[in-house]
């Protein structure tokens, strides 16, 4: 916590004056009953916000703590105890349901560094985000248990809240895990800047959690006045805890970097090496003339130096505003949605063909979705396995091709029923004799359109400085961190039957801090988990080439398309992928 303050990015003004977070002193210290005042209301029911266990929260502080005794004492940014602290994270929030993704910070941050964590709840209204973050680093001198794991296992045990309680969304919810904090907010300000103008308009506010439980700790508040900060103020003004302006971190910790593009931003501290004063310690309890805490930046800084009593107001405040911000408070009615992939095939008389019917459920529960086709001419029929799924699931559907069908398109509805009904096309083209319809099938190919289909290791899609995209403005940026990694993107389709040819082509540029012709770092096309095509350092060059390779033994099939980059622990290549395609014809 509390790097140095960085320079403004030119033309962008701060939202607001940046403001900390604080909490009760440590049990070792903590103030007399008398010391705090009781509560003088509850604020507004926040959708009902639920309370937070805060031994749970110290359950996750107990295993950053051991991460880091297994590796050299800390958790920084460039070691494996950072590496193994967002496997801990990450593991606990792909069980609960989130979409997570590692994102590498491929420009701004120190060498080695390891990823943002970044994981949505996947319910509630896209064009309406609230953010709630915190370093998951810690400094080389100790384990860093309330900077930061104070923060970051409040947060992680929020969001485990939040998919336990599966309350209806009025908003979406995305949390981030940072890397290289302590290093000048390197991790988040990478992810702020890989974002486009919409998606930062989305973010409604971000709430930044940075050393939540200092031993001689007093509550702070970031941008206490600002309408962001409202409902974190309500909660800790319910409990008559006077919280004050966080002065200490303004600029300091990781809300600063959303602040310099205009993003609203607040949340809670306890404060770090500044010292306490009369005033604060007579409305708070603890030591005057102390350092809020005395571990700062130091080897003690272990599970021993933490403040439960403030961690648990933390932990509720954070809940509470999560819900207010983005818990509906009206139950949605239940609906669905149907989709089909590939929407469109062809067939020869005689023989069948398959797709993907995908359902999900768009708002309130999920529930039993009945499917049907209609359109098919004589001679055609459809059916599905499973004939009902759960809204959510999938099912497949074989459509067969009597042997006297004549060539043409034939248009049919593919309806899905439940508490409603909603349909989707499916085009199908019975040939002739040698008849063949060409056709693309990869998906967002060029990566203009986010990351879907793609799947993987998504964070390497998007616009980062460094590269440049063959066409728009997107691609898929592999490996070049310069140490030993790996990223695979891919995604599954299907090679219509009936043509002879079908020919992968895509743009590749590579670039190489490599010498010489030895291979170190590679590139590979797999088809079905089987390597296809190799490149590497090697065949580094200027700009981009475009590559070719056959796959018309795959005419007729579903196949898994991986495009997968290998990095040594020496020098960087980057592999750059643009403007996919994978026609027949």
């Known amino acids: 916590m509390l790097r140095p303050r960085r320079l403004s990015l030119a033309g962008l003004a701060l939202a607001t004056a940046a403001a900390g977070l604080t909490l009760l002193p440590a049990s070792a210290e903590a103030a007399p009953v008398s010391h705090l005042p009781t509560a003088a209301h509850a604020p507004a029911p926040a959708a009902t916000a639920p309370d937070i266990d805060v ?19 800390n958790r920084r940014s460039t070691g494996q105890g950072y590496r193994d602290s967002v496997a801990y994270v990450k593991g606990k929030l792909q069980a609960a349901g989130y979409t997570v993704t590692e994102q590498a910070c491929t420009s701004g941050c120190a060498s080695g560094a390891g990823p943002n964590l970044i994981a949505e709840w996947p319910h509630g209204d896209t064009s309406k985000v609230y953010m709630f973050g915190s370093h998951l680093d810690s400094v080389s001198a100790g384990p860093g248990i309330n900077d930061n794991g104070s923060g970051s296992a409040t947060l992680l045990e929020v969001a485990l809240k939040l998919a336990q309680n599966d309350p209806s969304m009025a908003a979406r919810v995305r949390f981030g895990w940072w890397t290289d904090e302590e290093q000048g907010l390197n991790g988040s300000d990478f ?26 700790g007093g509550y702070f508040i ?20 006077q919280p004050e302006e966080n002065t200490e971190g303004a600029g300091r910790s990781d809300d600063y970097s959303f602040e310099n593009y205009g993003i609203p931003t607040s949340g809670y501290a306890m404060g770090a090496s500044a010292v306490k004063t009369s005033a604060q310690a007579a409305k708070w309890g ?29 932990a509720d405040g954070v809940a509470y505003t999560l819900w207010k911000q983005a818990v509906s408070d009206t139950v949605p009615a239940n609906d669905f949605s149907v989709s089909v992939n590939p929407a469109t095939g062809s067939a020869d008389p005689g023989t069948t063909l398959t797709a993907t019917v995908s359902t999900a459920t768009t708002s309130g529960s999920a529930q039993t979705v009945n499917l049907s086709a209609t359109g098919a001419p004589a001679g055609v029929t459809a059916s599905f396995s499973p004939a009902s799924v759960t809204s959510g699931a999938s099912s497949t559907i074989t459509v067969s091709v009597g ?33 063949c319809t060409p056709s693309q099938v990869i998906s967002n190919g060029g990566f203009e359109s986010g990351t879907a289909p793609w799947t993987g290791d998504t964070g390497a899609i998007g616009t980062f400085s460094g590269q440049s995209a063959h066409s728009g403005s997107r691609y898929a940026w592999l490996a070049g961190y310069g140490y030993a990694a ?8 299907v090679v219509p039957a009936g043509c002879t040819k079908a020919t992968l082509r895509y743009w590749l540029h590579i670039d190489t801090a490599e010498s010489g012709t030895t291979v170190y770092d590679t590139f590979q096309v797999k088809v079905n988990a089987t390597a ?38 020496g020098l960087q290549t980057s592999f750059v992928v643009d403007d996919a395609t994978l026609t027949t014809g």
């Open 286 to 314: 603890g030591t005057a003339g102390a350092a809020y805490d005395r571990c700062y930046h130091s080897s003690c800084d272990t599970t021993s130096n933490i403040n439960a009593a403030g961690l648990n107001r933390s």
């Open 55 to 73: 031994t749970k929260v110290q359950a996750h502080l107990t295993e950053l703590n051991a991460i880091a005794s297994r590796n050299g004492g």
């Open 191 to 216: 992810y702020v800047r890989s974002l486009t103008s919409a998606q930062r308009s989305a973010i409604k506010a971000y709430y930044n959690f940075d050393m939540v439980a200092s031993p001689n």
């Open 403 to 435: 042997s006297s069908v004549p060539p043409g398109t034939y248009p049919l509805t593919i309806t899905g029923t439940g508490t409603g009904t909603h349909s989707v096309s499916y085009t199908l083209t019975v040939k002739g004799a040698g008849g």
């Open 222 to 241: 970031n941008h206490i006045t600002s309408s962001a900060a409202a409902p974190m103020k309500a909660y800790w003004d319910s409990l008559n805890l």
């Open 532 to 569: 296809k095509q190799t490149y590497s350092n090697v065949d580094a060059a200027t700009g981009y080439t475009e590559r070719t390779l056959d796959l018309s033994q795959y005419v007729g099939q579903q196949v898994t398309l991986t495009l997968t980059a290998t990095e040594d622990s």
């Open 486 to 493: 790996t990223d695979s993107v891919g995604q599954t389709v």
